[in-house]
């Protein structure tokens, strides 16, 4: 089984969970240091090593096929291949150090705008009270 930290549309109830749903043994809450990026239709994380920056999210544990989907879905085709969207890495959560696994993200913002929230819930529904 295979963890792995999400953020935005994959969260449980986004519009693509339901890529990963079927292979999603469990799901916990979680936050890693990082900035969240708002990139129109998803959103991007972009490490940081500072407390204060802390992104929002769930770690899933999935199976290898449920990791398999994920990386189609955000167009990671292998570590440094020219064409991936995003780079799969290993990280640990900001706040339960035991909880670590895969995460996706960007090297830099590209110039997109930050979500202060540090939650793509919480950007997208301010009015709400999401994660």
């Known amino acids: ?3 792995l930290f999400v953020y935005g549309t994959s969260l449980s109830g986004e519009a693509n969970y339901s890529v990963v749903a079927s292979y999603v043994l469990s799901v916990r809450q979680g936050a890693v240091r990082g900035t969240l990026y708002d990139a129109g239709e998803y959103p991007a994380l972009v490490l940081s090593g ?16 449920g990791l398999k989907q994920t990386d189609l879905l955000e167009e990671y085709y292998g570590p440094g291949a020219e064409r991936n969207d995003y780079e799969r ?3 640990r959560d900001a ?3 035991e ?4 995460v996706y993200v960007w090297k830099d913002s590209r110039g997109r705008p930050a979500i202060p929230s540090g939650s793509w819930r919480r950007h997208r529904n301010p009015e709400g009270s999401g994660v």
Request: charged share 40%.
């Open 89 to 91: 890495i290993w990280i």
């Open 50 to 65: 500072r407390d204060r920056d802390l992104v929002q999210g769930e770690w899933l544990i999935i199976s290898e096929e």
């Open 95 to 97: 706040k339960r150090e």
């Open 1 to 3: 089984m295979i963890p």
């Open 99 to 102: 909880r670590e696994g895969w």
